[in-house]
């Protein structure tokens, strides 16, 4: 009875309020603006995803417990499935099923000294066929002398062929690849990303767009953009797929320490909005600190 009544008298106080307000439509539909959850994606709800791994699906344990193989989700060549494999069980990561690793979310961990995987599927220049990409993440990282997030590399027509990763170097993320420049001739560069602190999530992102440039982001936070027009190589100039691999460069044994939620390609440059439609998104999903949703240019 008495809840009952308190809600007659907020309802007559409202009536009497509003006329003296003077709220129009324009007013009210602000009112519902303001209290609307922030825009935000996933990453299967943005065209041109060529490859994503998501650990809440996909894994298959062996009888150990550990990550077999981690299947892909974006079905770029259907019925022609595409995963992340272990073949070894000693280099398999760990995935506690009965404890969620990542604010509440699963992940799948690696231990730092010889857990990794490598790609099994079709040729993987059909993946990143395009001159523009996107590649993103969700990770904790532990401190690690230079240990490899994700590492994609071609033998090429030229020395350097083609390769771009994700580094943790100490205690600080790196983004790091080679390609031509201007002038059509080899180099290497590296984009530092930021120190982490341990056992926090991060959200990162490394952008090449169509002019050569390449800007990154750590939870949101640009980078400083790189003006050296470092042009990706053309894939249809390069040879054999050399390593595709995650928490590990496989040529020099640089193994990641920490987790890992979900990774993400797009086989083009994703527009700022669409970046922070994503970045929210999974921010909310993984409840990642120090991250405020926004629509705004």
């Known amino acids: 009875m008495t809840a009952t009544l308190g809600k007659l008298i907020f309802l007559f106080t409202l009536m009497i309020l509003l006329p003296a307000c003077d709220l129009g439509l324009s007013s009210i539909s602000s009112l519902s603006t303001l209290f609307s959850p922030p825009p935000s994606s996933q990453p299967n709800q943005l065209n041109s995803l060529a490859l994503w791994l998501d650990a809440d699906r996909g894994i298959q344990l062996d ?145 090449y767009k169509y002019d050569g440039s390449v800007m990154t982001y750590t939870n949101g936070n640009p980078g400083t953009l790189d003006n050296q027009h470092s042009y990706l190589v053309n894939p249809v100039s390069l040879g054999s797929v050399r390593y595709l691999s995650i928490g590990n460069h496989s040529p020099e044994n640089k193994y990641f320490k920490g987790k890992l939620a979900e990774l993400f390609v797009y086989q083009r440059d994703l527009n700022i909005e669409e970046r922070r439609r994503l970045e929210c998104g999974l921010a909310l999903k993984y409840r990642i600190q120090d991250f405020v949703c926004q629509s705004q240019n």
Request: aromatic share 12%; glycine share 10%; net charge negative.
């Open 63 to 207: 009888s150990q417990g550990r990550v077999q193989s981690w299947a892909d989700q974006a079905k770029l060549y259907p019925g022609n499935e595409m995963s992340f494999v272990s073949d070894t069980p000693a280099n398999r990561p760990t995935y506690p099923s009965q404890v969620p690793l990542l604010n509440g979310m699963p992940a799948v961990e690696l231990d730092g000294v010889q857990q990794w995987m490598h790609f099994t599927g079709p040729d993987t220049r059909g993946i990143f066929a395009s001159l523009q990409l996107t590649v993103g993440m969700v990770v904790v990282a532990e401190p690690a002398n230079d240990g490899i997030l994700f590492d994609l590399g071609w033998d090429g027509v030229d020395a350097l062929g083609r390769f771009l990763n994700f580094r943790v170097s100490q205690n600080s993320f790196d983004f790091q690849a080679t390609g031509k420049n201007a002038t059509q001739n080899p180099e290497s560069y590296s984009h530092p990303m930021g120190a982490f602190e341990s056992g926090k999530a991060y959200l990162l992102f490394g952008i």
